[in-house]
């Protein structure tokens, strides 16, 4: 009779560890699925900022001030990169920014057809939800957490467990249906030849 006790707890207790590492694997899994909807750049930035202006996690009011800050333009160019693209002549990549004209080189110049790369309505839903997935990556980092609302630092595993995936599902759902063929600043070439799409 102990026998079976302990084989039944021991059995419960790799359910629940089981469970746990299946619950971790998909919250991480999601963290890096987010991880690649934004400008690998942005992301960077700051998480090598957050640490040394938030003192990891030890805020005072300037701290605060300036966390906020870098969340603000990082924010910014996690929305402006939506909006450039690269094109490919000659083995040279140019770089620029789509308008509703075309694309305006940041340099150089080049004998394709601008004109191919105007403005869309997908460029604004891209901005968009990169900037809510950037948001949810920057709010739920440990440092912001326990520089602005360290209270939820005990919840914070549930939340980064949870609100990753919802996000990324929502956000992978989104741009499924609005495909992004931009290969803008921070968002790798997929190809070397492409000169348009």
Known sequence: MAGDQTESLTTSM????STSEKVTSTSFQGFGNLIKLL?????FVFEFMSPLLTNYGNCTTL?????????????????????????VENNKVYYGLATKKGMWLFSGSTSTDL???KLRF???VHSSFALLVFITVALLNSNTVSCYYPSLKSNQKNVLMALPVVVGGVASTVFAAFP?????????????TDTSE
Not at 39 to 43: D, F, K
Not at 180 to 192: D, K, L
């Open 115 to 117: 004109s191919n790369y």
């Open 39 to 43: 400008p690998s750049g942005t992301v």
């Open 180 to 192: 992004c063929t931009r290969h803008g600043i921070g968002y790798p070439r997929t190809t070397t």
């Open 63 to 87: 701290d605060k001030y300036l966390t906020g800050a870098l969340i603000v333009l990082c924010g910014f160019f996690c929305c402006l990169s939506s909006f450039t693209d690269s094109i």
């Open 122 to 124: 997908s460029d604004f």
């Open 14 to 17: 790799n359910k629940s560890s």
